[in-house]
């Protein structure tokens, strides 16, 4: 059971946060294997991260490793070789893969757990949620990433998929995405036909299983089906359903708590409120790693 980590230097601070919390709090950590994905300039830091946490299954891969994997080409992972930080940031979440035994589980540098819990369960449950969908695209970003991901597999799924702060990836289904993409593209070389697009891989990767029909999904408007108010106050904002946690009220955390608890969600993000919200909804639910992007814990 594999859960893997993109970062680079500015965030070996949060990845340390992390690794001691999940130290703290993971009962069967003995079990789980972590892998944080640097760039090659990056080496060096991050297997000085691991060396610091050697009771727990913890090692660094690079992006170059990773695409050599993958494509069998050696391509140097700089940052300077990628238009923007998203195709980089993509395709190490995408080809993680390719250094994992099984399915794994993706989240961002500034996680950090906060009670005991087991991975085994976080695992089991976000392995059978639906695919998350909202109809409203609300950032230019969402857009450009939306129109990108369609024509690489030529399927427009009408929705924008990428809501949540945690991404699951079944490993059979990564490896036919990227067939998928070598034969709709005629190339044999995914991180070329990648590396200079605006693509987010959880906006693919999910827009392919809908495509193949390998998962259900679910809109957002039967996600907040039991709650007026918060499908209200999301509407009047400037977000979708992937920033709702920006949106929630003293008069909507219950709702919102109730709504954690249907979907039994594990890990949510909880920057951007209260902290009262936070600890409301770290203490009346099954979340046991927070989310905190932009924010400081």
């Known amino acids: 059971m594999h859960l893997v980590i993109p970062s680079y230097e500015k965030h070996i601070h949060w990845n340390e946060k992390f690794l001691k919390s999940f130290n703290k709090f993971c009962a069967d950590k003995s079990d789980r294997e972590i892998t944080f994905v640097c760039n090659q300039s990056n080496v060096d830091l991050f297997n000085g991260l691991t060396r610091k946490f050697k009771r727990l299954n913890v090692c660094s891969q690079t992006l170059t490793h990773l695409i050599q994997q993958v494509d069998q080409v050696y391509f140097e992972d700089s940052p300077f070789n990628f238009p923007t930080k998203y195709p980089l940031q993509s395709l190490k979440k995408l080809f993680a893969f390719s250094s994992t035994n099984a399915d794994y589980l993706v989240i961002d540098s500034e ?9 085994q ?26 129109k990108n991901c369609n024509e690489l597999i030529d399927f427009n799924p009408g929705q924008w998929l990428f809501l949540d702060s945690y991404w699951f990836f079944e490993k059979d289904f990564v490896k036919l995405l990227l067939n998928e993409l070598r034969q709709i593209n005629k190339t044999p070389s995914v991180h070329s036909l990648l590396k200079n697009r605006t693509f987010f891989e959880y906006q693919l990767y999910a827009s392919f299983l809908l495509k193949k029909s390998l998962k259900q999904k679910i809109d957002v408007n039967e996600i907040l089906r039991d709650s007026n108010e918060l499908r209200s106050n999301l509407e009047k904002s400037p977000h979708n359903y992937e920033l709702i946690s920006a949106t929630i009220t003293k008069t909507t955390l219950s709702d919102y708590i109730s709504l954690l608890n249907r979907f039994d969600d594990r890990i949510t993000k909880l920057h951007w409120m209260h902290t009262d919200f936070a600890k409301a909804i770290v203490e009346n639910t099954n979340v046991c790693i927070g989310t905190y992007y932009g924010g400081i814990l």
């Open 111 to 119: 996680n950090v757990c906060l009670k005991d819990f087991y991975f």
């Open 121 to 146: 369960e976080i695992f089991e449950s976000i392995k059978n949620q639906k695919i998350k969908a909202d109809s409203r695209f609300v950032y230019e970003i969402q857009n450009e990433v939306a």
